[in-house]
């Protein structure tokens, strides 16, 4: 940790303390924590609407990201920034995930996989992909979830997750089937 110091940077402010002293400030971390997903799953339905076969593509690199992330997470261990200067998870966030280590950022890996299917299935702005993305994932290091060297090794996982599943493709009938599903649950809208 001492060689790079700047993989392993935190403010000197405690932002989280600060945010959890006010109920504003614990609303602001809870949202900005998820807010992310919300977004993904805009993304989703954006990209499978354009392409019912990208279901299966993000869910092969979902699944491969998970696995990988967690048994990285139990081979390179190392405690998340935050416990660094308290000992509990913040309240309204799921302890069980904060306390398995924080190299890799899981939210990184799929911020940079769904980056990735945005170029090859535009349906969504770059730029204005990266302008909700990257605040979010910088908060994530202001508040002492994760170290920059987590984010990088997140993006590093990303692209090989995007990798391994940009390609596929599955046989009619299973687009056919998720095509289905998109038009009865979303045709209604």
């Not at 081979?75 to 998870?89: C, G, L």
């Not at 939210?107 to 535009?122: E, G, R, S, V, W």
């Not at 702005?125 to 979010?136: E, R």
């Amino acid at each position: 940790m001492k060689k790079y110091p700047i993989l392993f940077w935190q403010p000197k402010l405690d932002f989280l303390k600060l945010l959890e002293s006010s109920p504003c400030g614990k609303i602001i971390l809870i949202i900005f924590n998820y807010a992310i997903w919300i977004f993904f799953l805009y993304l989703f339905v954006l990209l499978v609407g354009h392409n019912p076969n990208i279901f299966w593509q993000l869910l092969v690199a979902t699944l491969i990201a998970e696995v990988v992330e967690r048994l990285i997470k139990k081979k390179v261990y190392w405690r998340r920034p935050m416990f660094v200067r308290h000992d509990v998870t913040p309240v309204g966030l799921v302890d069980r995930w904060y306390q398995s280590g924080a190299f890799p950022s899981g939210h990184t890996i799929k911020a940079t996989f769904f980056f990735l299917f945005l170029f090859q299935y535009p349906v969504f702005n770059h730029y204005h992909y990266l302008l909700v993305v990257f605040p979010l994932l910088f908060f994530r290091v202001l508040v002492g979830f994760h170290y920059p060297v987590d984010i990088f090794g997140g993006v590093a996982i990303g692209i090989l997750m995007w990798l391994s599943s940009f390609k596929i493709m599955v046989p009619t009938f299973a687009v056919n089937l998720i095509k289905i599903i998109y038009d009865f649950v979303f045709g209604r809208l």
